[in-house]
């Protein structure tokens, strides 16, 4: 199958699982490369939507497929809903990593997903408009 990886278009979950997490950063990376999208850090960004579009694919065994589904219905693009994902997903290992946090790991991640919101992450990004 050749597939062209386009965050703004479903992945399909049984190819996506099938590769090797190192094809699908690869993938990522491609896709900001070829769109022209300049980042501090393209691999790192790649990462994150590698690990985003994982979990989604993993359907129900997971939070970020109801997530995804939930903030596109909130009206963010797939990209953005990616995105927002991928901001908890950092903020959370950071947090994992500094040892800030208690309990299920697993459970917490999943409790910030169901609390998010389209409307959160975008004045968490765009703080100057205060109408999003």
Same mark, same amino acid.
């Given at each position: 199958?050749?597939?062209?990886?386009?965050?703004?278009?479903? !992945?399909?979950?049984?190819?996506? #699982?099938?590769?090797d997490?190192?094809?699908?950063?690869?993938?990522?990376?491609?896709?900001?490369?070829?769109?022209?999208? +300049? /980042?501090?850090?393209?691999?790192?960004?790649? !990462?994150?939507?590698?690990?985003?579009e994982? =979990?989604?694919?993993?359907?129900d065994?997971?939070?970020?497929?109801?997530? /995804?589904?939930? /903030?596109?219905?909130?009206? #963010?693009?797939? =990209?953005?809903?990616?995105?927002?994902?991928?901001? !908890? #997903?950092?903020e959370?290992?950071?947090?994992? =990593? +500094?040892?800030q946090?208690?309990?299920?790991?697993?459970?917490?991640?999943? +409790?910030?997903?169901?609390?998010?919101?389209?409307? $959160?992450? #975008? $004045? +968490?990004?765009?703080?100057?408009n205060?109408?999003?």
């Amino acid at each position: 199958m050749t597939y062209r990886y386009n965050p703004e278009s479903e !992945v399909p979950a049984e190819y996506w #699982l099938s590769l090797d997490e190192s094809e699908r950063i690869r993938m990522a990376e491609d896709y900001h490369r070829r769109a022209r999208i +300049k /980042l501090p850090n393209r691999r790192i960004h790649a !990462v994150f939507h590698a690990i985003a579009e994982t =979990q989604i694919a993993m359907g129900d065994e997971t939070e970020p497929e109801a997530t /995804l589904t939930r /903030l596109h219905s909130e009206g #963010l693009g797939r =990209q953005d809903a990616i995105h927002a994902i991928g901001d !908890v #997903l950092a903020e959370h290992m950071y947090d994992l =990593q +500094k040892g800030q946090m208690a309990g299920d790991p697993n459970e917490a991640y999943s +409790k910030s997903l169901r609390h998010l919101t389209a409307s $959160k992450w #975008l $004045k +968490k990004w765009n703080p100057a408009n205060p109408s999003t």
